[in-house]
């Protein structure tokens, strides 16, 4: 048996971010894509804004970072092949990623504040995981996931807030899906 050296293992790690960080920013930018956000969305436009609520330029910078952190660590846990955490890791992994798919579609497309609030503590609790069982296998890929878990609460305090300030925000605009008939 043969064991690989340092610069082996950076190669290998190498080799699976070049293919899980465009990836991971192929999914997000697909979801975010799906239907029209931030001031491209009538219904958001009408919707009653928080004060902390950054400049929309922001939320573009802030995902492409966060993507590439996360593609960053996933490569790290894919190329642990010896950890028997391995597996568990990477299913929740996929798991908190659906439910970050999920989140733009369900907000900015079905009007859904709730159930998008919903979402957002669904994924602080499966980040939270992913950053526990990463530390286990990797130190170095939990820290690359701690600026998503960052951001995701400051994203659910805004949530929050657009929630606390538009009661019956799903009732602006008919979402693209419904299927109203003005007469």
Known sequence: MEIASKGQLRLAYLRWAVVTVPFILLLGFASARLVPSGSENAWYRQLA????????????????????????ALAMIINARGSRLRGPALVVFAVQMGLNLLWTPLFFGAHQVVPALIVIGA?????????????????????????????????????????????????????????????
Do not use: C
């Not at 804004?49 to 993507?67: D, M, R």
């Not at 878990?149 to 606390?164: K, S, V």
């Open 49 to 72: 804004k928080p004060e902390i609520l950054p400049p929309e330029w922001v939320f573009p910078v802030a995902w492409t970072a966060i993507y590439i952190l996360m593609g960053l």
């Open 123 to 183: 994924l602080l609790l499966t980040v939270l995981i992913t950053i526990l069982l990463f530390a286990r296998i990797r130190i170095g890929a939990a820290l690359l996931m701690v600026p998503y878990l960052a951001w995701l609460g400051f994203a659910g305090t805004l949530l929050w807030q657009i929630h606390q300030l538009n009661p019956n925000a799903e009732s602006l605009v008919p979402s693209a899906a419904s299927d109203q008939i003005q007469l």
